[in-house]
């Protein structure tokens, strides 16, 4: 399925929107970082600003490799291909007619990495049917950019959340615990 919407031909989705590569919240996670105090918000406000703080140096480390990832994908335009952006098996449905991807509101126009790193193994490569079916050679690069991307944003996104008033509800404990997985993840 995901070879077939990376060889749809242009015309089919010229009205797509084109990946901007945006973090956001990442003026947030910037400045927490560099040592912003925020007014408190809630329970999270200052231990969410101190853990990130305390982890100011692989972060910085993170969105630098991210910013030079997405150099290397802004110096390949003629790659983007229609993507789906979540081609995992929660947007998977089997239909009368055969399986379908479902749940289009993250399709842009953008490397084809942006689909396949929820395919690749570990060490980055994607099963050989992909490259035959549509004559694209994944770049390990990339799919690492989509794989960290993942990580940034949802770090800038979780730790945003604290920055906003917010109580101990069970969402806020469980993106607690996340956003500290995902800095810990940071300094690995």
Do not use: C
Request: avoid cysteine.
């Amino acid at each position: 399925m995901v070879a077939r919407v990376h060889t749809a031909p242009r015309e089919a989705w010229q009205e797509a929107l084109d990946e901007d590569f945006s973090v956001p919240f990442r003026d947030l996670l910037e400045a927490a970082r560099g040592g912003w105090e925020p007014a408190e918000r809630g329970p999270y406000t200052a231990a969410a600003a101190r853990l990130l703080r305390e982890h100011a140096g692989p972060l910085k480390r993170w969105l630098d490799r991210y910013d030079d990832l997405v150099a290397v994908a802004r110096a390949r335009p003629e790659r983007n291909v229609l993507t789906h952006g979540e081609p995992h098996p929660g947007n998977v449905m089997h239909t009368a007619d055969g399986w379908r991807l479902i749940d289009w509101d993250t399709a842009l126009a953008a490397p084809p990495e942006r689909d396949l790193w929820h395919l690749a193994s570990d060490d980055g490569t994607v099963p050989g049917a992909y490259p035959a079916a549509t004559g694209i050679t994944p770049l390990p690069e990339l799919i690492e950019l989509y794989r960290l991307g993942w990580d940034v944003k949802d770090t800038a996104i979780d730790a945003a959340r604290f920055f906003r008033p917010h109580a101990d509800t069970v969402d806020d404990v469980k993106t607690w615990k996340l956003l500290n997985m995902l800095v810990n993840r940071a300094d690995g």
